[in-house]
């Protein structure tokens, strides 16, 4: 396939999806993580590898794939055709009055004693051939009326509701000296007295909940970067959290898992297993094989045996899935799910999850297990 123009990814990935999203059931949210794969990058070499690209996101069957191909063919064939008609609409006309200009100059003789040269006419620019010629940058959107903006604010989760979300794990402990008034319980001792003898002090409430993010990144989770910083971003600064640790892995975690979000720097797990206690609220973030729809046994069995070694340290175990729930279906987050409560990344879901591994709320009807009726 030939290269492609730096704005064809984006005009491209718009059409594809006003193409397939009512036939694959597409959200604004798929079109919202489908830009931002192509702005981090992917899909950039070849119309075909943007075609892999979009195809690994958005299609989660067999059927999906192969009707994909077709769809995604004509939808290059068009853009090209739109490319060559603004080309020859570029290149300049010849009037037929600049051409009779040319003959008469060419047939006028020439003087011995004074020469007068015709007029340089400066050469048209001539466009380079390529797979795809440049076109107009807009904002890739559904309407015509609907900004990058708004396009935001409709994504799985906005930040304001993960802040609000770590806000409300809250695990009080009275710590240190007593330098708080306590004002309910000096009226009672004046009302029990019959006189002031001075205040009733008590020690300051500290939130004492300890958060730990075991986050997927690379592959499938590319397009959902942006969510997950968000998430550690909230927690870490805009929280009373006691404390916040952040471990990375891909697509599964193993022996190591890594401290940064480039994995290079690795941690073992067995060093962190030993700093989680039965009062440390864990979250899970992975699209656990649902983003392509895959069902990896290997995949499934090795999660399962690390969240029986999360089990065994602490109960308050979450997952938030950032595939909606309807693309669970034969994946492995289908099983998954009724392994530990999983919960889309909408505010629902990610209410739900942190409801569950702060222990304050039973199962919400956004998860699973629990909430089979909020399957859809």
């Not at 020690?203 to 986050?215: E, S």
């Amino acid at each position: 396939m030939k290269a492609v123009a730096i704005e064809f990814p984006l005009r491209a990935v718009q059409s594809a999806f006003s193409k397939v999203r009512k036939d694959f059931h597409l959200g604004v949210g798929e079109l919202q993580v489908a830009i931002e794969a192509v702005q981090g990058g992917f899909g950039a070499a070849d119309s075909e590898a943007l075609g892999l690209v979009l195809r690994s996101l958005w299609c989660h069957s067999v059927e999906e794939q192969l009707q994909w191909e077709t769809q995604w063919r004509q939808v290059v064939k068009a853009i090209e055709e739109q490319a060559k008609e603004r080309k020859s609409r570029e290149e300049p006309l010849v009037t037929s009055e600049e051409r009779e200009d040319d003959r008469s100059d060419e047939s006028q003789p020439v003087s011995n004693t004074s020469v007068i040269p015709n007029p340089v006419r400066e050469a048209a620019p001539v466009t380079p051939s390529v797979g795809f010629s440049p076109l107009p940058v807009k904002v890739p959107t559904v309407d015509e009326e609907l900004d990058e903006f708004e396009l935001r604010s409709v994504g799985p989760v906005s930040r304001r509701s993960m802040s609000y979300g770590w806000r409300s794990m809250r695990r009080l402990r009275a710590i240190g000296a007593r330098t708080v008034v306590d004002v309910t319980a000096t009226v009672q001792q004046v009302a029990r007295q019959g006189f002031y003898g001075g205040p009733v002090m008590r020690r300051r409430q500290v939130n004492q909940a300890r958060l730990v993010l075991f986050i997927d990144q690379q592959g499938s989770m590319v397009p959902f970067h942006r969510w997950s910083r968000d998430l550690v971003e909230t927690a870490m600064g805009e929280t009373t959290l006691a404390s916040v640790n952040v471990f990375y892995f891909y697509n599964v975690p193993q022996e190591f898992l890594y401290l940064d979000e480039h994995l290079t720097k690795p941690i073992a797990l067995s060093k962190v297993l030993e700093a989680i206690d039965e009062e440390t609220s864990v979250v899970m973030v992975s699209d656990a094989g649902a983003a392509r729809g895959r069902r990896d046994r290997s995949r499934i069995r090795e999660t399962t045996r690390f969240v029986g070694k999360v089990r065994s340290r602490t109960e308050m175990v979450g997952w938030l899935n950032p595939m909606p729930m309807s693309r669970w279906a034969r994946s492995g987050a289908e099983i998954l799910a009724y392994l530990v409560p999983m919960g889309s990344m909408d505010r629902d879901g990610f209410m739900g999850v942190v409801g569950e591994v702060t222990g304050n709320s039973p199962s919400s009807p956004a998860l699973l297990p629990g909430g089979e009726g909020g399957k859809s």
